[in-house]
């Protein structure tokens, strides 16, 4: 082995070595009072489906909660560990900070500081850590679906198609998270096709032939064979190649039908009591005529985009200032050579990505929600590392030549910059305030609801009957928003069900019995014979508190600017069931 390649192992090592570091540290990051934060109310949601699941064993693919993989693999964890805000995040929190190993798979196109800047930001951006630790999809579609791109990466860097089978696993898997993942595809053969294009501008305005300039986009072990065995070797290596793509498809569509199929008939018919051919057909012509479905005939693109656009922004300038900042170094320092004398295909790639997401998500995402930029993060990373490990080489030569002012600068800006994200993740950790709401979506409620439902859940356990009453009028502006379903164990109690969120996850696992009123309910009747616990809108306080005479009231936001709930709980219930528990 030669002293260059020795060494160039060793910068290697330490670089993965520093990878794997990060990712631990990402890991702890993102589980460290990983269940501190109420659930959002999309949480409360998926996270009642995925009990309902859990308990009956029935589930089908339904686009409105988005892919089948967290009630698939969640209901695994629940058979293991308990029901609770923790255990239902911690696929998200492991994926997220699993992210930064995903930087190995690009080792051929980045320097190894840039493959360590890659993962910190990966690890440490504030919008990524948040929303690891949030039982949603959107950290998990983009994990997936750049590990993904980084085995099609490595195939073609080293000519092993085998690579092509976990890149259709990992894909696959994406898709069973979210309906964006058409969105990736989309992103990545847009990004290939304009970096493609070019260099191939580039290279025929310097005179060479398209044929010399596919055959230099080869990957070098094709071209060694083409060399060796001359134009005849064309149709082995036609052959290898499809064969090297249909092995990725069939992979992607072995874990496609093992998420989208329903249960439990899928499991009937590995077993033999059911026919498999429906369940095939379920899980693929099914899900995605389900999907082109909601997308096509939901409220996707109905909406004014300017305003989304300043929402997306907004999120992104406070969510992601400094990768904001770096990324424009990246793309300055690599696009006018200054580090290697020519555009560097991956930076220009992720940043064509990162450019259309920014543009793209608030024409298709059918809310303002902060989550989204997450998509436009995941790929400006890439010049972002550039940017910053740029910066750090120009301080290690300006303290090799003994320049106090180039050092000084450097460290300014880098510590300038690991300050800011530590602040800004400190600040956001378990955020449910409206003072973060750049970065929080609305449906948030506060962290002080908490203690309350620890109280309503240990009133229950103490009680006999009924716990909970839902009480709820139409709002003084006429809105339909009130809690009454008619009957409680249908999970599809529409907008009256969906008002109440997160409640029914915290009621569900704490098995609390509850009942509602209709919203034109006499409130004397309704709480002539009313439970230990009663829950109501702000705007019914008034009336309740004269009819609920030794209830404590307990008010919180439930949305962080719009709905407040009120809590009453009967003092003499919450006394006896704190004793219990003593």
């Known amino acids: ?54 308990e009956t064993g029935e589930f089908s693919y339904r686009p409105i909660i988005h892919g089948p993989f967290l009630p698939v693999v969640n209901d695994h964890l629940f058979a293991v560990l308990p029901v609770a805000d923790f255990t239902a995040r911690l696929p998200v ?103 493609f294009d070019h260099r191939l501008l580039a290279r025929t305005s310097a005179g060479e032939s398209a044929r010399d300039i596919l055959f230099s986009e080869l990957p070098a072990s094709a071209r060694e064979r083409l060399r060796a065995r001359g134009a005849g070797s064309l149709g082995y290596g036609a052959v290898r190649y499809v064969a090297g793509v249909l092995g990725g498809l069939l992979a992607f569509l072995v874990v496609f039908v093992f998420f989208y199929a329903p249960r439990p008939d899928v499991w009937n018919a590995l077993g033999g009591s059911a026919p498999m051919l429906p369940v095939l057909e379920a899980g693929t012509v099914g899900a995605a005529s389900e999907m082109v479905g909601s997308w096509l005939g939901g409220s996707h693109q109905s909406h004014e985009y300017l305003p989304y656009l300043k929402d997306f922004l907004e999120t992104f300038a406070y969510g992601a200032p400094v990768l904001i900042v770096f990324a424009l170094v990246g793309v300055v320092v690599d696009r006018y050579g200054v580090v290697a004398g020519r555009i560097r295909w991956l930076v220009a790639f992720a940043t064509y990505w990162g450019v259309v997401s920014i543009f793209g998500y608030p024409l298709a995402t059918d809310i303002q929600a902060p989550w989204v930029v997450v998509h436009a993060v995941v790929p400006l990373a890439v010049p972002a590392a550039v940017g910053a490990a740029f910066v750090f080489r120009s301080g290690v030569r300006a303290l090799d030549s003994r320049d106090a002012v180039g050092v000084g600068l450097a460290a300014l800006v880098l510590v300038a910059s690991v300050g800011g994200v530590a602040a800004a993740n400190v600040d956001y950790w ?30 229950s356990a103490a009680n006999d009957g009924t716990d909970v009453l839902l009480y709820g009028t139409r709002p003084p502006d006429g809105d339909e928003t009130h809690f009454y379903v008619a009957n409680e164990s249908d999970p599809l109690g529409g907008p009256s069900w969906h008002s109440r969120l997160p409640l029914p996850w915290y009621f569900e696992g704490a098995d609390v019995e509850r009942t509602s009123s209709a919203p034109d309910a006499n409130v004397s009747e309704a709480t002539a014979d009313a439970p230990p616990v009663v829950v109501a809108y702000e705007w019914d306080r008034a009336e309740l508190e004269p009819e609920l005479d030794g209830y404590v009231a307990r008010q919180h936001a439930f949305k962080l600017w719009s709905e407040d709930v009120v809590v009453f709980i009967d003092e003499d219930a919450l006394d006896a069931a704190n004793e219990t528990r003593g």
């Open 1 to 54: 082995m030669s002293t260059d390649s020795g060494a160039e192992a060793v910068a290697r090592s330490r670089a993965l070595l520093a990878i794997l570091g990060v990712a631990v540290l990402a890991l702890l990051v993102r589980l460290v009072d990983l269940g501190g934060r109420i659930f959002h109310w999309d949480e409360g949601r998926v996270g009642y489906w995925i009990l309902r699941y859990h």
């Open 93 to 195: 929190a492991v994926v997220g900070a699993l992210l930064p190993l995903s930087v190995w798979l690009f080792r051929e196109h980045l320097r190894r500081d840039e493959m360590v800047a890659l993962a910190l930001f990966l690890a440490a951006n504030p919008l990524l850590v948040y929303y690891s630790r949030f039982m949603r999809n959107d950290v998990l579609v983009a994990a997936f679906s750049v590990v993904a791109l980084g085995f099609v990466v490595r195939a073609y860097d080293t000519g092993r198609l085998a690579y092509l089978i976990p890149a259709g696993v990992s894909f696959a898997t994406g898709s069973a998270t979210k309906e964006n993942y058409v969105v990736y595809l989309a992103c990545f053969l847009g990004a290939a096709f304009l970096v």
């Open 430 to 459: 378990n955020a449910s305030t409206d003072d973060d709401s750049e970065v929080l979506q609305w449906a948030q409620p506060e962290n002080d609801l908490r203690a309350t439902l620890d109280d309503v859940a240990r009133v």
